[in-house]
């Protein structure tokens, strides 16, 4: 999770573990502009990593936020 990666303080340095040795392989990056840009709310992110656990990443948001909930069915 690198969403604070732009606020760093004083003569601090952002590190992703990404670029440490034999990290970039076994490193799924979370990240967002809610933080750096002030868009807090709005939900903005992606990530970055292996693209077979990206896309399965991708499959289970699109099942889990695409679709009306349970209740709003049941309403319906």
Request: zero cysteines; hydrophobic letters at 40%; glycine letters at 8%.
């Amino acid at each position: 999770d690198e969403i604070y990666e732009k606020l760093i303080y004083d003569d601090g340095e952002f590190v992703s573990i990404a670029t440490l040795p034999n990290m970039r392989e076994r490193t799924i990056i979370i990240n967002g502009v809610s933080k750096s840009h002030a868009m807090t709310g709005w939900r903005i992110g992606y990530a970055v990593g292996d693209a077979k656990i990206i896309g399965a990443m991708t499959n289970l948001a699109s099942h889990s936020t695409s679709n009306p909930t349970s209740l709003a069915q049941a309403a319906a």
